[in-house]
């Protein structure tokens, strides 16, 4: 019925104009739901900004199916569950949502969203790993991949002329009068465990594999740094990114930890004045950041021809044209397709976020399997508010830490 209506009034729109830009074919409305950042409000600034994103990809994809209408709506992600049942019990549910992996992987759990029919899928234009992060124990695919969102630093320019490109550096610093943010919460402060040397013994704690010493220690050595940076009057740790980002726009912080989903609405409000570098690395190596994925999953109430175009917008988002303008024109994603080349030497910021990537990738076994636990960021984060502001210690933090990945992997 929705469908019906929808195409009724698209037709009736065009034959009052005299108009036929669509040609013969009859029009096709999509519904999306999005979900925002975790930290926004969704006020004007911020439908603006969402529906600048989806809007790249929409533009492209009309010049290939130009009946295509697609109406966007913005979630919060921690409404976004309900607001899906709600709607889907209505059968007034969306025909595609747009959120990161681990909300895909759950919403089709709980029947919430289709899977994806990737047997009729170009698999090869999204990196492999990548659709690792998206599949259920039973081999069902959640979604999409569209665009990665790699986790860098950003800094104000006007304080941080030579942005620290080790722990160390960081932490000098800060001693010199930086005033330094990190978050608290677990997969946002994962990065700097492969510069300390722990991600590994964390990956064997979630896999249920038995710890030797030299793991214990790594892990509590990792958390008595993050202890010891606490305790430094410049360092501050905050709930999550988007509360940090927030802070270096208003001048409160001048170098925080920050995900390039943020770059765009950064940008626009500090201009010139934002650097971006990579995350720092330490003593065992490079950092280790969970990069977020951005993914396009289908929802469960689509009409047949609604459900075909919905199929043929998420295989053209792998286009590699397609996946090379999104970073070029953003600044800000980077491409799922491992065949596109992102030209690094034109952009600082794409050097950064290549990086980002590359640092990922040396992890990529460890930090997919951390990204699949059901509860780690919520169990995690818990564990280290109490180390950050003195509830625990390293060592009992590390025990509390492990019975966390233990039970929920």
């Known amino acids: 019925m929705r469908a019906r209506l929808a195409a009724s009034v698209l037709l009736s729109t ?53 009946n295509v209408e697609v109406q966007v709506a913005l979630y919060k992600r921690a409404n976004l569950k309900q607001e899906l049942q709600r709607r889907n019990a209505s059968d007034l549910g969306p025909d595609l949502v747009v959120t990161d992996a681990p909300q895909a992987n759950q919403l089709l759990s709980e029947g919430l969203t289709d899977e994806l029919p990737v047997k009729s899928f170009n698999r090869y234009q999204t990196d492999q790993g990548l659709w690792e992060r998206v599949k259920l124990d039973d081999g069902r695919i959640t979604a999409q991949p569209m665009v990665i969102y790699p986790q860098i630093a950003c800094f104000n320019r006007e304080i941080v002329q030579n942005p620290p490109t080790t722990l160390q550096e960081l932490l000098q610093q800060g001693a010199s009068g930086t005033r330094v943010g990190l978050a608290v919460n677990f997969s946002e ?125 998420a295989q053209f988002i792998t286009n590699p044209m397609v ?44 930090l997919a399997g951390l990204a699949h636990h059901r509860s780690i960021d919520r169990d995690g984060s818990q564990v280290l508010v109490k180390l950050v502001f003195g509830a625990s210690n390293p060592r009992s933090s590390q025990k509390s830490l492990v019975k966390a990945l233990e039970g929920g992997a």
């Open 323 to 366: 996946q090379r303008n999104l970073s070029l024109r953003s600044l800000a994603f980077l491409p799922v397709n491992p065949a596109v080349a992102v030209p690094v030497r034109s952009s600082r910021t794409l050097a950064t976020l290549v990086q980002s990537r590359e640092d990922s990738m040396l992890h990529e076994s460890a």
């Open 14 to 66: 065009l034959a009052l104009s005299g108009c036929s830009r669509l040609g013969n074919e009859l029009p096709v409305m999509l519904y999306l739901a999005m979900v925002i950042d975790q930290d926004s409000k969704i006020d004007t600034a911020t439908q603006t900004d969402f529906r600048q994103r989806i809007q790249l990809i929409i533009s492209d994809f009309r010049k290939i199916k130009p």
């Open 189 to 313: 402060l994962l990065w700097t465990a492969g510069s300390l040397g722990a991600i590994q013994s964390l990956a064997k704690a979630n896999d249920d594999q038995t710890l030797t010493p030299q793991n214990t220690e790594a892990m509590v050595e990792w958390l008595a740094w993050l202890q010891r940076a606490s305790a430094q009057q410049n360092i501050t740790f905050f709930q999550d990114q988007g509360q940090l980002e927030n802070l270096l726009n208003d001048g409160e912080l001048d170098w925080v930890s920050c995900n390039s989903n943020s770059l765009l609405r950064l940008r626009k409000l500090m201009g010139d004045n934002l650097g971006v570098s990579p995350l720092p690395s330490g003593p065992a190596g490079t950092a280790s950041p969970m990069n977020a994925l951005r993914v396009l999953a289908l929802g469960a109430n689509s009409s047949p021809r609604q459900r075909n175009m919905a199929v043929s917008l």
